[in-house]
C-alpha cells in the first residue's frame, strides 16, 4: 500500500476525488488537505480485492478501471450484484457497523484504488460534515437501483432484462460517436449473463437479435453501438419521453 505523499493542487486532477460526488461540496483546500490521507493500491485483472466475509477496515474508491462485485450461490454459479466503475465506492459494511462483507470484489480490468483508513475517513466525517450526507443520499441511490433491478426480475421478461441491461451500460459507459452510443461493456456475455441469473446463451441470442434488427451493432467483444435507443427502450418496456 503507497501511501500519497507529495498530494498538492498541479496532481488533483489525477485523484478519485474529482471524480467522486461525495467530495463536490469541497474547495480546493479541503481536497489538497484531503489528498495527504489517501492511500491507493493497484490490481491486475482478474485479481480480487477482498472476499465476501472479509472485513475491509477502508473505505474503497474506484480511480481507474472497473471491478465486479458477486457472490456464489449455492450451487456454485457465480452470481453478479453490480459493477463499481470510476467514481464508485463500497466497503462502507465493515467501516460502518462493522459487518463482514456480503460479497466479494473481483477486478475487471486493471483497476487503481484510492482508499481511506476507517481512522482517517471517521476524521474526514467530523471535519467535513457534508460528506456524511453525500454518502447517505449515494447508498439510498444503489439501494434504489438494486431494488429496481429486483422488481424487474420478477416481471420483466429476460428480454426485456437484457435491453434494460444494455440501457443502463449505456448511460454510465456510452460515448456519444458518429451513428450512436459506442458502449465499453464492463462485463464479458458470460458476465452479463451471470449478472441477470440467465444463460449465457440467452445473452447472445437476444444481442443476436437486436442486432438483426437494426438496434444494435457488435464493435467487437468488449463494444457495442447502440444505433437506436428509442427501440431499445421499446425493447426494455420502458416508456420513451423524450
Do not use: W
Amino acid at each position: 500500500m503507497e501511501k500519497c505523499d507529495v498530494c498538492a493542487a498541479q496532481c488533483l486532477h489525477k485523484l478519485c476525488m474529482h471524480k467522486v460526488p461525495i467530495f463536490s461540496s469541497l474547495n480546493q483546500n479541503d481536497l489538497i488537505h484531503i489528498a495527504s490521507v489517501i492511500h491507493h493500491k493497484k490490481y491486475l485483472k482478474g485479481e480480487t480485492l477482498f472476499f465476501e466475509g472479509d472485513r475491509p477496515d477502508a473505505l474503497v474508491i474506484v480511480n481507474e478501471g472497473s471491478v465486479k462485485a458477486f457472490k456464489i450461490t449455492q450451487d456454485g454459479r457465480e452470481q453478479i450484484l453490480y459493477v463499481f466503475s470510476e467514481g464508485d465506492f463500497f466497503g462502507e459494511r465493515n467501516l460502518f457497523s462493522r459487518q463482514a462483507s456480503a460479497y466479494s470484489v473481483e477486478a475487471l480490468e486493471p483497476v487503481k484504488t484510492c482508499f481511506f483508513t476507517r481512522e482517517s475517513f471517521y476524521g474526514l466525517l467530523r471535519a467535513y460534515p457534508d460528506i456524511a450526507v453525500k454518502i447517505i443520499e449515494e447508498l439510498g441511490e444503489r439501494m434504489n437501483r438494486m431494488e429496481n433491478a429486483l422488481q424487474s426480475m420478477g416481471v420483466r421478461s429476460v428480454d426485456e432484462r437484457v435491453s434494460a441491461l444494455l440501457l443502463d451500460f449505456a448511460e454510465k459507459y456510452g460515448t456519444s460517436v458518429p451513428g450512436g452510443t459506442l458502449i465499453r461493456l464492463p462485463l464479458s456475455r458470460e458476465g452479463m449473463a451471470n449478472y441477470l441469473g440467465i444463460a449465457r446463451e440467452t445473452v447472445s441470442r437476444k444481442l443476436g437479435l437486436l442486432e438483426n434488427e437494426g438496434i444494435i451493432r457488435s464493435n467487437g467483444n468488449k463494444n457495442i453501438l447502440l444505433l437506436d435507443r428509442n427501440m431499445l427502450e421499446s425493447s426494455a418496456g420502458k416508456l420513451i419521453d423524450h
